[in-house]
T-cell receptor, first 110, second 112 residues
Framework: GEDVEQSLFLSVREGDSSVINCTYT??????LYWYKQEPGAGLQLLTY?????DMKQDQRLTVLLNKKDKHLSLRIADTQTGDSAIYFC??????????FGQGTELSVKP | DAGVIQSPRHEVTEMGQEVTLRCKPI?????LFWYRQTMMRGLELLIY????????DSGMPEDRFSAKMPNASFSTLKIQPSEPRDSAVYFC??????????FGDGTRLSIL
């Protein structure tokens, strides 16, 4: 069945790069997404990548997609304390639904 | 532009009471999704609508849960009777034409 897996925690120092990884199972996904959730808030769309792309860069964010290995990563350059949040990876399943991972809690230490 | 609007933001009620959560999708969006988020199970899709019609309600936990979308600008999720294990954050999201889903800020529900 469809499944999206992420590691649960990541801790980095301010100014370092953060890399959050995700694996998924549905090879027919058209788009893959990264959402950010701050405490007490909803999910905010950060970025997304079309499945026929390998990489997408948007300011401090770089998304890498390895379709063969069904592996998606989000790199945040120059991580700031304001980047502390939970990051969710999601794939679409062609039926309009999104399948979410468990979320990775990013902790940025000053 | 106004985003997805959910109300109330917080709800505390006693078990057995009826709970109604409300959602106003982004204007022009034709798909609406209800999710539940808990520590134990993460983010779960409960039900979604296309053009006001329920398409997939396989995530609805049991008959105590029901959802309606009487028009393109309003949806409700109702729990009757409510139980403590229904305590969670409930999110509504909307989209159109295969675009990314946009989420509301959620309703934090506590059933005592």
């Amino acid at each position: 069945g469809e499944d999206v897996e992420q590691s649960l925690f990541l801790s980095v120092r301010e100014g370092d790069s953060s890399v959050i990884n995700c694996t998924y199972t549905d090879s027919s996904s058209t788009y893959l997404y990264w959402y950010k959730q701050e405490p007490g808030a909803g999910l905010q769309l950060l970025t997304y990548i079309f499945s026929n792309m390998d990489m997408k860069q948007d300011q401090r964010l770089t998304v890498l997609l390895n379709k063969k290995d069904k592996h998606l990563s989000l790199r945040i350059a120059d991580t700031q304390t304001g980047d502390s949040a939970i990051y969710f990876c999601a794939e679409d399943n062609q039926g309009g639904k999104l399948i979410f991972g468990q979320g990775t809690e990013l902790s940025v230490k000053p | 532009d106004a985003g997805v609007i959910q109300s109330p933001r917080h709800e505390v009620t006693e078990m057995g009471q009826e709970v109604t959560l409300r959602c106003k999708p982004i204007s022009g969006h034709n798909s609406l999704f209800w999710y539940r988020q808990t520590m134990m199970r993460g983010l779960e899709l409960l039900i979604y609508f296309n053009n006001n019609v329920p398409i997939d309600d396989s995530g609805m936990p049991e008959d105590r849960f029901s959802a309606k979308m009487p028009n393109a600008s309003f949806s409700t999720l109702k729990i009757q009777p409510s139980e403590p294990r229904d305590s969670a954050v409930y999110f509504c999201a909307s989209t159109q034409g295969g675009q990314p889903q946009h989420f509301g800020d959620g309703t934090r529900l506590s059933i005592l």
